[in-house]
């Protein structure tokens, strides 16, 4: 995981790097949305999406606080860091989906209680595991900051953060790692105020939510960049994306798990 060359494909000179970070830093940082990267700019291989999302966390100032991951279908690369996280019942911002709405994803976040840096040998789901300090409930708010971001590539959202706008961290709970399958079957409760509750059948796109954090840890280990403990790992929405109307105080109940508030501003 080093690196991807594809065939045909030149990897992107610095200064293109560069331009095109300080272009997304600069609508990231202010709320706005604007084009796609020019097409001198446009990342063509993950690589080239991954040095720029990692240039932009640079030019932030402040460490990520965690990460978002996926389990990547191929040769595809799904990791984004997170750099500042909500508390449950407090007000994040976030920009309106396709329907008009803002869109969140329901997930749960991995706390390590101890770092897994680089080293020479892989690490094993037993290692990663014994890593895990807490699970806390989670929302990631969703966003992209190309106006035409149904047009954009896979190396141009993972430049982007991979739709990634903010998350909001509930409490702690209480799991078994132990239960087969993981977490085990439970229902999320949507409320928001002045509508009809909705409930969802909670179902992981990998099946165990923590699939994707034994990949990331792999993926960060070889790029030199590895996890660190106080860090959160979100891995995927357990009912994808929910449309959810700014201004109205919502609560979403994991099962028996606990529950989660929040209420969005649009940007």
């Not at 995927?236 to 994306?241: E, L």
Request: charged share 20%; proline share 8%; glycine share 10%.
């Amino acid at each position: 995981m080093n690196g991807i060359q594809i065939e045909g494909v030149k990897n992107m000179e610095p200064s293109a790097i560069e331009a095109a970070a300080h272009y997304l830093h600069a609508l990231q940082s202010s709320g706005r949305f604007g084009a796609r990267l020019e097409a001198g700019l446009r990342p063509a291989t993950p690589e080239d999406g991954w040095r720029i999302q990692r240039r932009i966390s640079e030019l932030r100032g402040n460490p990520a606080i965690g990460w978002k991951c996926g389990l990547p279908p191929g040769d595809r690369w799904v990791a984004a860091a997170l750099h500042e996280a909500r508390p449950s019942g407090g007000v994040a911002a976030a920009p309106a989906g396709p329907t008009g709405a803002a869109r969140i994803e329901p997930e749960l976040a991995f706390e390590l209680k101890q770092s897994l840096p680089p080293r020479a040998t892989p690490y094993t789901h037993a290692d990663v595991n014994a890593a895990i300090g807490s699970v806390r409930l989670a929302v990631e708010v969703l966003g992209c900051r190309y106006d035409d971001a149904a047009d954009a590539s896979g190396a141009e959202l993972m430049a982007d953060s991979l739709w990634h706008q903010s998350v909001v961290l509930g409490p702690t709970v209480a799991v078994d790692f132990a239960q087969e399958p993981f977490p085990g079957p439970f229902e999320i409760a949507l409320s928001v105020q002045g509508h009809d509750d909705i409930t969802f059948a909670a179902s992981h796109p990998n099946g165990d939510p923590r699939l994707p954090l034994y990949w990331l840890a792999e993926f960060l280990r070889s790029q030199g960049t590895g996890l660190e403990a106080g860090q959160a790992v979100i891995t995927g929405s357990f009912a994808g994306a929910i449309d959810l109307p700014f201004k109205r105080p919502a609560v979403l109940r994991y099962g028996n798990f606990g529950e989660l508030a929040l209420t969005l501003e649009q940007l």
